[in-house]
T-cell receptor, first 112, second 116 residues
């Protein structure tokens, strides 16, 4: 079945460490997104990519980095510069111009 | 500024009762409109969407929503709630153009609790 796979589902990190969250999709979608979810704040856009080798900052990109070397993959790195990284991270994808997003199951990052 | 407001943070209804979740948006034009549902620790699932045409939209799991342009609202309804409907619900808006980047603006969410 087609879908979006995020890994790991749970991740613990010490302060000062970088961590990379994986997102893979087999829906043949052009666009991919990373959202951050915090209780009571809805979803906020971190980065998005409409085509391979190109990506744009969202509303809260500081302290994060991404790459888009393959259409299927859009990994997110949470760097040590991110001051409050503990959150639930959601990856999504869509057909270009379609509007509707398809979401992965999410990755919960906890900084110890 | 573009925004989505879900006025109710938490709603409790009895099983079998009707449900209405409110969503108001601020946007320059009529946007694409969506309702998503999220179970704890899971991703978001699309319930329904409005792009154009009939302002009453039917979705999955017996949900429907009505777009009211004059009120900038897109409220979600269900005639009879089931215990399995307990979850968090998000309203979202997106740009209605062929160059749509797919970026969505989400509301803060409404948590639905269902009493037996």
């Amino acid at each position: 079945d087609g879908g979006i796979t995020q890994s790991p589902k749970y991740l613990f990190r010490k302060e000062g460490q970088n961590v990379t969250l994986s997102c893979e999709q087999n829906l043949n979608h052009d666009a991919m997104y990373w959202y951050r979810q915090d209780p009571g704040q809805g979803l906020r856009l971190i980065y998005y990519s409409q085509i391979v080798n190109d990506f744009q900052k969202g509303d809260i990109a500081e302290g994060y980095s991404v790459s888009r070397e393959k259409k299927e993959s859009f990994p997110l790195t949470v760097t040590s510069a991110q001051k409050n990284p503990t959150a639930f991270y959601l990856c999504a994808s869509s057909h270009q111009g379609a509007g509707e997003l398809f979401f992965g199951e999410g990755s919960r990052l906890t900084v110890l | 500024a573009q925004s989505v407001t879900q006025p109710d943070i938490h709603i409790t209804v009895s099983e079998g009762a009707s449900l209405e979740l409110r969503c108001n948006y601020s946007y320059g034009a009529t946007p694409y409109l969506f309702w998503y549902v999220q179970s704890p620790g899971q991703g978001l699932q699309l319930l329904l969407k409005y792009f154009s045409g009939d302002t009453l939209v039917q979705g999955i799991k017996g949900f429907e929503a009505e777009f009211k342009r004059s009120q900038s609202s897109f409220n979600l309804r269900k005639p009879s709630v089931h215990w399995s409907d307990a979850a968090e619900y998000f309203c979202a808006v997106g740009a209605p153009s062929s160059s749509n980047t797919g970026k969505l603006i989400f509301g803060q969410g409404t948590t639905l609790q269902v009493k037996p």
